[in-house]
């Protein structure tokens, strides 16, 4: 997500973009009950749908899901494992090896996922709503200050992602989110968003150290056109902290966040 200016303003400070889930959308238990039902074919609705351990175990090990489509992956691991506790945590290497071993490419899997979303959104929305929290303050903040100017960057698809917005009052305009459908990828929507704002800089918050990772590799190899925070309230990993300041990533507390959209919010919101 972005607090902008119009392409064309003469600031020159880093346009600043969020992501969604896991920064401003707190959606683990809606991501659980969607990936349950793309493995099973089912519809759940609730948490209490999920067999044994499967939901603890997914939301122990949500942080190591990046695109929506290995949510897929990590929950059929989970449905195979309910014998564990609750609380394990799958190694790095070993979420790696879950996550490779589908034959189904990546694409297809998130169309699958998007789509058993869709399905519970149909099949009762109020229900699909209320599986979902904003963080606060800082989704009361951006409220304060208006959503013209606000732009979603995320791998979320943008049918959720904006009724989910509207739905909690935060009406950001349709062409300012930057989605995951069809595959895209967090890449692929930063170059469209460099192509139309036209920064020299840019500065983004994800809770997700792999995002962070990929994302630093592509833009920053020759000098430093992003910089890069971890939002500490998300899901993050037990080793996320140290590895993002080993990769002289900031680590945010929503207090930063907001501090800097407030120092910010006279030259950064407006219409974009």
């Given amino acids: 997500m972005a607090v902008t200016t119009d392409r064309h303003s003469s600031d020159d400070r880093s346009l600043l973009l969020f992501d969604f889930d896991?920064?401003?959308?707190?959606?683990?238990?809606?991501?659980?009950?969607t990936a349950y039902n793309s493995v099973s074919g089912n519809l759940a609705t609730t948490v209490g749908d999920l067999p044994g351990n499967v939901a603890e175990l997914f939301r122990n090990n949500r942080y190591h899901v990046q695109p929506a489509g290995d949510a897929i992956n990590l929950m059929a691991w989970c449905i195979e494992n309910t014998n564990l506790s609750p609380n394990f945590r799958l190694t790095s290497e070993a979420y790696r090896t879950i996550r490779d071993g589908s034959k189904i490419p990546l694409v297809d899997r998130t169309e699958q996922f998007f789509a058993a979303r869709e399905r519970l959104v149909e099949s009762d929305p109020v229900q699909w709503?209320?599986?979902?929290?904003?963080y606060e303050p800082i989704w009361n903040v951006l409220k304060e200050l208006g959503a013209g100017g606000i732009v979603i960057l995320t791998?979320?698809?943008?049918?959720?992602t904006?009724?989910?917005c509207n739905y909690f009052g935060l009406p950001v305009l349709e062409?300012?989110?930057?989605?995951?459908?069809?595959g895209t990828t967090k890449i692929e929507n930063l170059l469209q968003i460099q192509a139309r704002f036209d920064r020299d800089r840019y500065a983004f918050v994800d809770d997700s150290i792999g995002n962070l990772y990929e994302i630093d590799a592509y833009f920053?190899?020759?000098?430093?056109?992003l910089e890069l925070m971890l939002a500490s309230w998300g899901y993050t990993g037990p080793d996320d902290h140290l590895l993002a300041q080993s990769s002289g990533y900031s680590i945010l507390e929503q207090s930063d966040l907001i501090a800097r959209i407030t120092s910010m919010k006279d030259l950064a919101l407006g219409e974009a």
């Fill in 155 to 160: 791998n979320k698809n943008k049918a959720a």
């Fill in 220 to 225: 920053n190899q020759h000098k430093t056109i």
């Fill in 162 to 164: 904006l009724t989910l």
């Fill in 129 to 134: 709503i209320s599986l979902n929290t904003v």
């Fill in 175 to 182: 062409e300012n989110v930057y989605s995951g459908d069809h």
């Fill in 22 to 33: 896991g920064v401003l959308l707190n959606s683990v238990v809606e991501m659980s009950i």
